[in-house]
């Protein structure tokens, strides 16, 4: 089949895990409820066995269990899954049909445990399931196995940025034509003993364990784990099949800022010129973007750096502007993931959500940031993603028409 180039993309179904909420009801309410202070925040009370095998749950790592957990949400929300512990998925054609994912450091939570029974009980004892399990392309591979999806399964690893540029190359896979049926999003669990103590001794983990983005007295980040999923599809497909349309992803960018491996660029100057050629792709002009979706981690350098650059984008048109780290914490490479949950959820709604801990807004830092839950005309989206290593990515979303 000759390819239909430029097709417009189409987001039918979302899938979430977070310590906000697991599944997309508990984690809406959870963006307006205030969190327990605390720099770490681990899932609570999620079973993998809910959607696998006892065994299955057993080889597989917390953050390829997250990513199935999300995943069979979006595909049941998009109505093209049935089943649950042996899913069927219906799909036109399973060679069109991809995965894209992405992670910060893949099973980094299976390879520390294991490290440490070579260390105490010898080589011998060692899972022989550790480097499937630790391996950062396994949450894909995992997907595409449960799925039956034959297109392309692939890993993106843009640290925080991860999850956007996910979903952005699951975007352009059906604006070209490539697919017909995407799963994208990203799934991440890296809190273990010597990741935490690492982000520790940096002084990137908030020392009052208060997620507070653009506050004057924000402190670090508290650091999380988390799995969002979007079913894609190109959108004349899916209003061919009668899907509920969330959005469109009508733009995407992504930029490095080739300057330091975790400062952002003085004054953001890339994060500016990724938020300028989202916006540019999307066919839009700043003044159209009416709401922003910020990357807001609660430091002082780089909640500084997005703040300078959206006021430089954005003149006075002043778009409201959220963070839901407060809520979630930092989930690094599946934050940006999550957020795009959030923006589907917050169109749906048409409710802004609160940049959560926030009680003082830095006054150097001249944007608008709601406190409250916030009624709001759906309009085109921005959403910001920034990592380690100078990594930016921007995804513009839209309202069906």
Not at 28 to 34: I, V, Y
Not at 134 to 140: D, E, F
Not at 163 to 182: E, F, K, M, Q, Y
Request: proline letters at 6%.
């Amino acid at each position: 089949m000759k390819p239909v180039l430029n097709r417009r993309v189409a987001v039918t179904g979302i899938g979430v895990v977070s310590p906000a909420g697991i599944g997309v009801k508990e984690f809406w309410d959870g963006l307006s409820r205030p969190a327990a202070a605390a720099n770490v925040r681990r899932l609570s009370g999620f079973d993998p066995r809910r959607w696998m095998s006892h065994k299955v749950a057993r080889t597989a790592d917390l953050a390829t269990q997250m990513a199935v957990a999300a995943a069979d949400e979006a595909l049941a929300d998009a109505g093209l899954l049935t089943g649950e512990i042996e899913p069927t998925v219906t799909v036109l054609d399973a060679e069109r049909a991809a995965v894209s994912l992405g992670t910060g450091i893949g099973g980094v939570s299976t390879l520390e445990s294991q490290a440490a029974v070579l260390a105490a009980q010898g080589e011998r004892k060692v899972s022989p399931h550790t480097v499937p399990m630790t391996m950062p392309n396994a949450g894909a591979a995992a997907l595409s196995i449960r799925y039956g999806f034959q297109g392309s399964a692939s890993v993106i690893t843009t640290a925080c940025a991860a999850g956007t540029d996910a979903i952005a190359a699951g975007a352009r896979l059906i604006a070209s034509g490539a697919a017909d049926l995407v799963l994208a999003g990203g799934s991440d669990s890296s809190l273990t003993p010597v990741c935490v103590a690492g982000f520790t001794n940096m002084r990137a983990l908030s020392r009052s364990g208060i997620s507070r983005p653009f506050d004057v007295d924000r402190d670090g980040l508290a650091a999380s784990e988390a799995a969002g999923i979007l079913v894609l599809e190109p959108l004349e497909l899916a209003l061919g099949r009668g899907a509920s349309i969330y959005l469109t992803i009508d733009g995407t960018a992504s930029t490095a800022d080739a300057y330091h491996v975790t400062a952002p660029a003085p004054n953001g100057a890339g994060a500016e010129r990724c938020m300028r050629m989202a916006i540019e792709d999307a066919g839009y002009a700043p003044r159209d973007i009416t709401h922003i979706n910020a990357h807001g981690t609660s430091t002082a350098l780089n909640d500084a750096a997005e703040a300078h650059a959206i006021r430089r984008v954005f003149g006075a048109s002043r778009p409201l502007v959220t963070s839901i780290k407060g809520a979630t914490g930092h989930s690094f490479g599946s934050a940006g993931a999550v957020e795009a949950v959030a923006v589907a959820l917050t169109m749906a709604h048409e409710l802004i959500p609160p940049t959560l801990g926030l009680s003082t807004q830095d006054p150097a830092l001249d944007i608008d940031v709601p406190r409250e839950p916030t009624p709001w005309t759906p309009g085109p989206v921005l959403s910001n993603s920034f990592g380690f290593g100078g990594h930016n990515g921007s995804l513009v979303f839209s309202p069906v028409a």
